[in-house]
């Protein structure tokens, strides 16, 4: 079985000039946890996680209110926050090798590229549906 097999495809993509503030709302109405981000051309150039976004919230659990979180968000562009050491993968590598990646790397995605955009992503909940699928 190959990442390609696994991997959720139709990923949903942030360009690096939106506001956290979109981005926190794509994934929370999503229920996403990684979103990778791209250049206008489509090209990948980041990833921007729950973890990232955490931080607004922080602000609000230190005690400045919801409105501080909210304007903090609206404030920032996503090329703020992300992470721009990205693992990637081919849709050809098999399960084996992309679930030593993620655990040697201790990461919780891999975004799948083709020709250096995103095609999907690949995350520890696909392999958690992959056993609970096999068990079954």
Excluded: W
Excluded at 10 to 32: E, H, K, P, S, Y
Excluded at 39 to 60: I, K, P, Y
Excluded at 78 to 105: F, G, H, N, Q
Excluded at 106 to 114: A, D, F, T, W, Y
């Amino acid at each position: 079985m190959c990442v390609g097999d696994l991997m959720t495809e139709g990923v949903a993509t942030l360009n690096r000039n939106d506001t956290l503030a979109t981005a926190d709302n794509v994934m929370r109405l999503g229920r996403i946890r990684h979103m990778p981000v791209v250049d206008d051309d489509g090209t990948l150039v980041g990833l921007v996680s729950q973890r990232d976004l955490f931080r607004g919230a922080l602000l609000r659990a230190l005690g400045y209110g919801r409105n501080v979180e909210d304007r903090v968000l609206d404030a920032l562009a996503v090329k703020d926050a992300m992470s721009t050491d990205i693992v990637t993968a081919l849709p050809d590598m098999p399960i084996r090798e992309a679930a030593r990646l993620m655990t040697e790397r201790k990461i919780g995605c891999l975004v799948i590229l083709e020709e250096g955009a995103p095609t999907g992503i690949l995350t520890e909940g696909d392999f958690v549906a992959l056993v609970g699928r096999e068990d079954g």
